[in-house]
Structure formats: structure tokens, C-alpha cells
């Protein structure tokens, strides 16, 4: 496989679009479509003036600690790993390239753009993998979500689905397979077997940005901040 140039590899993700919260295809979405979809439709349809920000001191509390687990595994597993800084934007992304062309043994909270496909994502940790070549090198990425969870959840699967997705475009090689770190232990997941759940949620998602589809709130009268 023929590598490419930083320059060009950026110029063919970024397809010279500025990414569109209301028009493309954003990971984070992906455990909102499966428990509150209701709320992804709030995102483009409900009035703006209905929004209420709220963040309940228990939502926060479980937030930072899912964070502080996953640089808990990744300082012990991978201490000398690249970080990339969380703010959205243009400058994380190509920091998120960089290290990639660098061939970083790792990398955590990774930015991945695939413009040109309409979709962007942010993940848990990627590590490098010298088992096929890839447009960076003799090497290629793979995605590792990272859960303070016992058991294997959908939105898990699909998620790393996704970035692995990603990954696919970006490099040129698309891994057969992603791990999942749970507490209780690591799991290979195929990519094969869950793409068609991607594909469905994807599917899901433009039905409601769209207008074609308007599901119900999760619970009588409830949905999440800032739509409650």
C-alpha cells in the first residue's frame, strides 16, 4: 500500500468541509439513538428556545469517574500514549494525524474525520498495529473503547464499530476487529458482525434529521438536558 503525505491525507478526510453538528453523522449520538432517540430529535427540530442546560451532580459524578477509568487503563497499559486534547476543532484532528503518521503506539481520546463520508467522531484510545500496512506505513490503527461496565452493551459495539469506520477511511485499511476493556476483562469484537447495526442507527439517524421520523420520549414526558 502507498503511503501518503500528512498534507494529502488531511486534504482527502477533511474533503474541504467544516463538519455540520446538524448535518453530519456524529459518534456521540450513537447511545442517544438507542436510548433516547426523542432527544436526538429535540437536537434538530425542537424549538431553541425550549432548551433548558441542566447537569444533575450525578451526571457528572458518573461521567468523571467513566474518565478517570480510562486514563486509569491507559497510563498503566500505555503510559507513554499520545493525548489529544478533548475541545473540538480543526487543530485536534490534525494533532490526532500527526501522531498517526508518527506511528504513536498509542493514542487516547482520538479526533476522527471522514468528511467526505459526513461523519466525525471522538474515541476512547487507538493503538497501533503492525500486522497490515496502511496509508501511514508499515502499520495501521486499531480501536479500544474503554468501559466501567461488567457487561457488553450495544452502544459499545456499535460505537467502536464506528471508529473503527473511521479508521478505515482515514488509513486506507479498515481492522477486521476492535476491543472492548470492561471491568471485568478485554473482548474481540468483529467487525463484520456489527456493521449492520451501524448501518441501521445511521440509517435511524437521517430518518430523524430528516423529518421522516419522530420517536416517542424514553419516558412519559422526559428527556435528557437540555430537553427535559
Not at 496509508?135 to 474503554?146: A, D, K, P, Q
Not at 482515514?170 to 469484537?189: H, S
Request: hydrophobic share 40%; proline share 7%.
Amino acid at each position: 500500500m502507498q503511503k501518503k503525505t500528512f498534507e494529502s491525507l488531511l486534504k482527502k478526510t477533511v474533503a474541504g468541509k467544516v463538519p455540520d453538528r446538524k448535518k453530519f453523522f456524529r459518534t456521540q449520538l450513537i447511545f442517544s439513538l438507542l436510548r433516547d432517540p426523542f432527544w436526538v430529535w429535540c437536537e434538530y427540530h425542537a424549538p431553541q428556545k425550549e432548551a433548558v442546560p441542566e447537569e444533575p451532580k450525578f451526571d457528572r459524578f458518573l461521567k468523571d469517574w467513566a474518565q478517570d477509568h480510562r486514563k486509569q487503563y491507559v497510563r498503566e497499559k500505555y503510559p507513554d500514549a499520545v493525548w489529544i486534547p478533548p475541545a473540538f476543532g480543526l487543530a485536534n484532528y490534525k494533532a490526532t494525524l500527526k501522531a498517526m503518521f508518527d506511528g504513536a503506539l498509542a493514542i487516547r481520546s482520538p479526533h476522527l474525520w471522514a468528511l467526505g463520508k459526513n461523519m466525525y467522531g471522538q474515541g476512547d484510545l487507538i493503538i497501533r498495529d503492525d500486522s497490515h500496512p496502511s496509508f501511514f506505513g508499515n502499520y495501521h490503527y486499531r480501536s479500544v473503547e474503554i468501559k466501567r461496565a461488567k457487561w457488553l452493551k450495544k452502544n459499545f459495539k456499535i460505537h467502536g464499530a464506528a471508529m473503527t469506520r473511521l479508521l478505515g477511511e482515514i488509513q486506507g485499511y479498515t481492522p477486521e476487529q476492535f476491543k472492548i476493556v470492561l471491568l471485568n476483562g478485554e473482548t474481540e469484537v468483529s467487525m463484520a458482525a456489527v456493521q449492520p447495526d451501524l448501518d441501521e442507527v445511521i440509517k435511524k439517524w437521517k430518518a430523524i434529521r430528516d423529518g421522516k421520523l419522530k420517536p416517542a420520549p424514553f419516558l412519559l414526558d422526559y428527556t435528557r438536558s437540555p430537553w427535559g
